[in-house]
């Protein structure tokens, strides 16, 4: 199967595409997976790193065709507030959330979420409820987030070449006997809180 080894955004290709990819937020946060274009050509996007995906970018394939990304439509809502200083104020208990937002013109748009929509209400927002392409800031993924994420195609889940399941930091081998140290070293137990403030349970293909 060909692959797609390269993104372009949507500002540095001008040239028709082979064929088109309408994919979901979820689905525009990937390194690894099988893709089929509107028209059936079928491709394997393997990237090096996971890339956050916008509509219009183009997928390279290994022959130089370009697959153009169409952000699908999906169940969200717009909210709206009195003024630019009322839209901050709820802007900030978003992103106290870690929520994914899209800021639009006259106001945010999250995501389904009916605990959000009773907490934004509380605070004197409007709630619209639309269906649109998602297409939020990036700066809740930078670093930590997706962008850092390696999404393959069995939907397995790793954080940064980190294998959760063998964490070998060599305390077999100190040179001392701990023995001898009133120190407590709990070696058996790696507890690492890996709280990735993803309230709104992405779901994992």
């Given at each position: 199967?060909i692959?797609a080894t390269?993104?372009f955004?949507q500002?540095?290709?001008?040239e028709a595409?082979?064929d ?6 979820d ?5 690894r ?7 059936g ?6 990237l090096?790193?996971a890339?956050a ?8 394939l290994?022959?130089g065709?370009l697959?153009?990304?169409?952000a699908?439509p999906e169940?969200?809502v ?24 899209q ?10 979420d009916?605990?959000?929509?009773d907490?934004?209400?509380?605070l004197?927002a409007r ?5 649109a392409?998602?297409d ?6 930078a670093?930590?987030?997706h962008a850092?994420?390696d999404?393959d195609d069995?939907g ?6 980190h294998?959760h399941?063998k964490?070998d930091?060599?305390?077999?081998e ?10 407590a ?6 507890d ?9 349970a992405?779901?994992?293909?």
């Amino acid at each position: 199967m060909i692959r797609a080894t390269q993104v372009f955004p949507q500002v540095r290709w001008t040239e028709a595409a082979a064929d088109t990819v309408v994919l979901g937020f979820d689905d525009r946060h990937r390194r690894r997976m099988a893709m089929t274009g509107t028209h059936g050509l079928e491709f394997l996007l393997d990237l090096q790193e996971a890339v956050a995906l916008r509509g219009g970018d183009a997928l390279v394939l290994e022959d130089g065709r370009l697959i153009e990304v169409v952000a699908a439509p999906e169940p969200l809502v717009e909210i709206r507030g009195t003024d630019p200083h009322h839209l901050v104020r709820i802007a900030w208990h978003l992103g106290n959330r870690h929520l994914p937002t899209q800021i639009v013109g006259k106001g945010l748009r999250i995501r389904r979420d009916h605990v959000i929509e009773d907490m934004v209400r509380g605070l004197g927002a409007r709630v619209i409820v639309i269906e649109a392409p998602f297409d939020p800031e990036g700066g809740a993924y930078a670093g930590g987030g997706h962008a850092a994420h390696d999404h393959d195609d069995h939907g397995s889940h790793k954080h940064g070449d980190h294998d959760h399941g063998k964490h070998d930091h060599g305390h077999t081998e100190h040179g001392h006997d701990h023995k001898h140290h009133d120190h407590a070293h709990d070696h058996g137990k790696h507890d690492h809180d890996h709280h990735h403030g993803h309230s709104h349970a992405l779901e994992h293909k």
